[in-house]
């Protein structure tokens, strides 16, 4: 059975490693030093989480948007 996950990716200044994590998902959660190391890390992360139980979101990712903000 195949699914599909949604990640949010960050990188990391200091250490320039991109970081990834499933919402609403616990514990799935992992970095890599390229975006294919990190959405490999991020599989096995998450085949290793649903071997023992399978998550229930509750809220179902849309996207992301740009918010400007005038600052004084």
């Not at 030093?33 to 290793?48: C, G, P, Q």
């Amino acid at each position: 059975m195949t699914q599909n996950f949604t990640a949010i990716i960050e990188r990391d200044r200091d250490t320039g490693l991109y970081v990834g994590y499933i919402p609403n998902f616990p514990g799935a959660h992992s970095q890599g030093k390229t975006l294919d190391e990190l959405r490999d890390n991020l599989s096995e992360v998450i085949e290793m989480l649903m071997e023992y139980w399978e998550p229930k979101f509750e809220t179902e990712f849309i996207g992301t948007q740009q918010i400007v903000v005038q600052c004084a």
